[in-house]
């Protein structure tokens, strides 16, 4: 069973500040997604990679596949940007259950002003 | 507009009610879940329906009984809960093949339910 961790688990910064949340997983993977959840509990789908980088907007997300470990970066950050960043992985192999997803316990942003 | 709409958004009951929770999606997707966030825990699958087959986690108690008629709405029928069931439900939908759930997940806003 993948074991997911993420850090820090929660985090203030001021506007602007370039913010890193980080995610290390213990088994193989075929994918990582980044999550992000609002106060209101609603979740987006922000980025589903399986190597090398992706970039959305302020957004940048990288994966070390060798180094199992995968970072969710923001640049410019603002307070919109407040939310639950979650980090889950889906095995490489189809044994893990339905959807095979492991989830990190999340990482609770909050950018002042 | 998400795409995937859960119903109600609220919901606060007794341990002897019997109530339910909807999910519709209008994205086109095969697959469908049921989670549950408890406070401080990572999401735990429940339920999930894919290609017209159900997988159940064996660890999910029978007050809990999802039903899938169509491949667009998931219901989450709840009876004789207890207070620890208290919990945000999330539903979501995929595109799954038959060998890869490898596609994003759309996620609804989630049901708040509270059992008194």
């Known amino acids: 069973k993948n074991e997911v961790e993420q850090s820090p688990q929660n985090l203030t910064a001021q506007e602007g500040e370039f913010i890193t949340i980080n995610c290390s997983y213990s088994v193989g993977i075929s994918a990582l997604h980044w999550l992000q959840q609002h106060p209101g509990g609603g979740i987006v789908s922000l980025f589903m990679l399986s190597s090398g980088k992706k970039k959305h907007g302020r957004l940048i997300a990288t994966i070390n596949i060798q180094e199992k470990h995968s970072s969710l970066h923001i640049t410019a950050s603002h307070p919109r940007d407040s939310a639950v960043y979650i980090c889950?992985?889906?095995?490489?192999?189809?044994?893990?259950?339905?959807?095979?997803?492991?989830f990190g316990k999340g990482t609770h942003l909050i950018i002042q002003p | 507009e998400t795409g995937v709409t859960q119903t109600p958004r609220h919901l606060v009951m007794g341990m002897t009610n019997k109530k339910s929770l909807k999910c519709e999606q209008h994205?086109?997707?095969?697959?469908m879940y049921w989670y549950k966030q408890s406070a401080k825990k990572p999401l735990e699958l429940m339920f999930v329906y894919s290609l017209e087959e159900r997988v159940e986690n064996n660890s999910v108690p029978s007050r809990f009984s999802p039903e899938c008629p169509n491949s667009s709405h998931l219901f989450l029928h709840l009876h004789t809960l207890q207070p620890e069931d208290s919990a945000l439900y999330l539903c979501a939908s995929s595109q799954a093949h038959r060998s890869s759930y490898n596609s994003p997940l759309h996620f609804g806003n989630g049901t708040r339910l509270t059992v008194t």
């Open positions: 994205l086109g997707h095969n697959a």
């Open positions: 889950a992985v889906r095995g490489g192999y189809s044994g893990g259950g339905a959807d095979g997803l492991t």
